[in-house]
């Protein structure tokens, strides 16, 4: 059958349903043509989320180049919507309006986001598409050749527009601030820093003790054969018991786990697989399954609004970790599904739980932070967070990055990267001019361990997960966290939750219980 | 990683690519915008076509909503720009100009297609969306409890529709014509059937003949247990060997098998297994792989562009007709293959060569046009045009048509359809509003055999293919027909390939060679 042909018929069909898609009602008409509006913007964007999701998972290497065309197309059409005039005729007149509390949430969010858009110029756009399209090139030759000097005037460049962009988009200190604003709605980079200083010091310090209780633990105890689909199999069981739905959502495979939405209601998880190891892919999807939960929790009734999406990734990051590591790393976690991984894997069987867990919980100082554990992760953004604030501040030079990173790296650490490539290029994010980033990361963690420490308190939710039932604990996250979409910011979220603002304690004193008590 | 937040990052490096993707030469300006406006035209339906794509393979069940949106949405934008202002006067601007037969074909289907779409009033094609969308779900419910009532109302309505379309595009003879022109270029009714009258009773001889030879051949001689992971691998190695890339395409699993572009270097291929029968799968994906090799051989350079496009279905089906069946189910193929089929499977070794191409090549009357086989399978053709040739001509009533198929059935295979979902209720075709399409499965068929033919009076070709080499083959085949795309239309193609018109004789002298002289 030939489907090209058919579509023309599909498409006729469509036709009824796209006129009589979007209403309008007469209390706010601005505001109605406006959320119009963005659920349109929104409906393309998310349409190049499907294409780039079949770009990572299936689509044929020859593909790339027609894609990239498509994927211009899409984001030029968002591009054109979100600076139209009358897209900004619409924001004027419901600013003028008067509505609810999402109403001015979401008003909140678009002027935002218009601002941001409509500031930068078009050659600014372009310069900067050209830059990244380069540097990811030359980043990647460069990590293959571990050759520092191959990228280094590709970041100068993505560095002078990344503050170039900064300046436009305004900042109050320093223009980390501007960039930060991308990731982490209401965040500045001064109260970021006075979080992470404030226990920095004992992460690294939770860390080298952490690492050194765990030398009495083999490193090759969970080495096996774990056939792909018997490990999808486990995944699948567990993920679907936390409360995903695979009537709105799958997983697929790739070479980098992800989560990404491609409508309200299909949500997509991907994780990679060794095949001599069970864990690399569970607890990917366990992390990817967090993303997916908040997604699926978002307000229905707001898609396609600011409020219906994700407030920021320091609370995305919030969840994945909180699945990841404070349910799927716990004992009352693998009481219930190790003797299941055992009748999967039977040669499982000749470890008992306490092994099991100082194997899944082990902490050995690395150089790559992705595959990093829970106890040194942090100290691989702490490092990253400095350096990226001293190279837009203009106090370290490209060309000093790579013996700066070492010289750090050793502090933090106590070992030197053998060569860059396990060094300054370990990662993508900076040849995407994907700069003010990372410190979400770290955010992420410190929410996760807060959220979940303020849920114990409940006892009903803690009787619950010490049986490894965590339907409470969902439920707990979609009322006070995923159905508030971005109606809240990050930080005013978090505190109508916990009753605090991000609070890096939490994490520490479980880092602390989970490494050097247990 | 929360890849929604990144594409944000990726969408800007489109935007340069965006700026430059369309270019602008001075002699033929108006050409020039015009293939400048066509080509977008083409991007945004290939995306669309991507959307699909997931849709019958991966997607979630709960996303259906809001796919139907975003198709919805990239329908609309394709119609507004097809039927623009700014479109028309490029065209009209064009075909003031002058060029070469590219040229000259490229206008040619392009005035064809605008005339066409804007002939249609919005309220028609709304109108014609909604009776679809219904007209599928009753026939869907129809076919369940096998009552034709249920869809009886909705097939009036869409043959009212199918008649008013057929009116406002205009024909010579009848209204076929006008439905026939969305699959068969250039093509009349009346040729059609004139085609189709010359062998067709000689057909029903043969197809008869055929089934009377093939009870001495058991019907389970392939049933086995066939894992389908064993079949992929066999599957693949064959269509790789065919010549189809694998770089600009893939093969994923579907309930109903088709091929479909995603991009001029990304061509999917689905099938479906049954795990007792492994020609189920292989079978299917000859034809798609048919159907892709075309695909992959359209002109590069007239991507985006009518005449970068397969010029019609009755060319279309030739080619994976060709493959499945001239070359897939041969002797020469089965003589290198079958060994290696064998080691995959070994239990095939029961089967000599003899006893195996007798297995494929059987014959058996049955109710069900997809399940049927090469030599009975044009009688569900010419029984479905006749009807649908006599509905859109009034000459029989909508509540008559079960009947009337059971009286042709009974006439044309001597036996009756139990009920009418092994009836006039078996295909999804007319609930789609798709009439006018199913003739062109056998003309596809009768292009097959004569292209074949043609090629084996080629010494070279003909000998490769005795050795089931089939390089020669698809050289003839990428040169005379698929780096044609719509340069010709589908009758002079023909003729310029085979020095003759589709003439059914090839078909039929290649039936009886297969099932009455072997």
């Known amino acids: 059958m030939q489907m090209n042909r058919l579509w023309g018929i599909f498409f006729m069909a469509y036709d009824a349903i796209n006129a009589s898609y979007f209403y309008m009602s007469s209390d706010t008409p601005c505001y109605d043509s406006l959320c119009h509006k963005n659920r349109e913007i929104s409906l393309i964007s998310k349409t190049a989320g499907i294409l780039s999701w079949d770009q990572e998972t299936y689509m044929p290497k020859g593909g ?67 830059a990244t399209s380069l540097g990811k090139a030359a980043w990647s030759e460069a990590r293959e050749k571990s050759d520092f000097s191959i990228f280094a005037p590709h970041l100068t460049e993505l560095l002078a527009i990344a503050r170039e962009k900064a300046e436009l988009w305004g900042y109050d200190d320093e223009p980390y601030d501007a960039l930060l604003a991308d ?45 792909i689909s018997d490990q999808q199999i486990l995944n699948r069981e567990i993920v679907e018991e936390m409360g995903f739905s695979f009537d709105y959502g799958r997983i697929d495979t790739t070479a980098h786990p992800f989560c990404t939405t491609l409508g309200p209601k299909d949500i997509r998880l991907t994780t ?20 997916g939960l908040y997604e699926q929790g978002l307000p229905a009734d707001q898609n396609g609004l600011p409020v219906g999406n994700a407030v920021s990734l320091g609370i995305h990051e919030s969840q994945s970790r909180l699945w990841e590591n404070h349910v799927g790393r716990s004992r009352a976690f693998w009481e219930k599904w190790l003797p299941r991984a055992q009748e999967i894997f039977p040669h499982l069987n000749k470890l008992n739980l306490d092994t099991f867990l100082s194997a899944i919980n082990r902490a050995e100082k690395s150089y790559i932070r992705v595959e990093s554990d829970e106890a040194t992760y942090d100290l691989h953004i702490l490092l990253r967070f400095g350096l ?51 410190s979400t990361y770290t955010l992420g963690n410190f929410n996760a361990a807060q959220l979940y420490q303020h849920t114990q308190k409940d006892a009903e939710i803690a009787a619950a997960c010490a049986k490894a039932q965590y339907t409470p604990l969902l439920e707990w996250l979609q009322k006070n966290i995923h159905a508030k979409g971005s109606s809240l910011l990050p930080q005013d979220l978090m505190r109508a939750a916990t009753g605090e603002a991000t609070n890096a304690r939490h994490h520490l004193e479980h880092l602390k219980r989970r490494f050097l008590e247990a």
């Open 183 to 227: 990731y982490e709605r209401g965040a500045k980079t001064s109260e970021v820093v006075s979080i992470f200083d404030e226990v920095s010091d004992e992460l690294a310090t939770t860390a080298q003790a952490a690492c050194e209780k765990s030398l009495s633990t083999p490193a090759d105890l969970l080495q096996g054969h774990y056939p």
């Open 388 to 438: 990226e604030r001293e190279m837009l501040n203009g106090k370290i030079q490209v060309k000093d990055v790579p013996a700066a990173w070492n010289e750090r790296f050793e502090h933090l650490m106590g070992m030197t990267p053998p060569d860059d490539a396990h060094g300054c290029l370990q990662d993508i994010h900076w040849s995407m001019g994907g700069l003010g980033y990372f």
């Open 272 to 291: 990679r697989y060794l095949e001599d190891n069970f864990t690399s892919s569970l607890f990917g999807i366990l992390h990817e399954a967090g993303h």
């Open 64 to 130: 790339i180049s027609y894609r990239a065309k498509q994927l211009s197309w899409l984001s030029g059409k968002v591009h054109e919507l979100r600076t139209s005039d009358s897209f900004r005729k619409a924001l004027e007149g419901a600013e003028e309006e008067s509505g609810n509390s999402i109403y001015t949430a979401n008003l909140r969010e678009l002027r935002h986001q218009y601002n941001r858009a409509t500031k930068l110029p078009q050659c600014l756009v372009e310069k900067n598409s050209e």
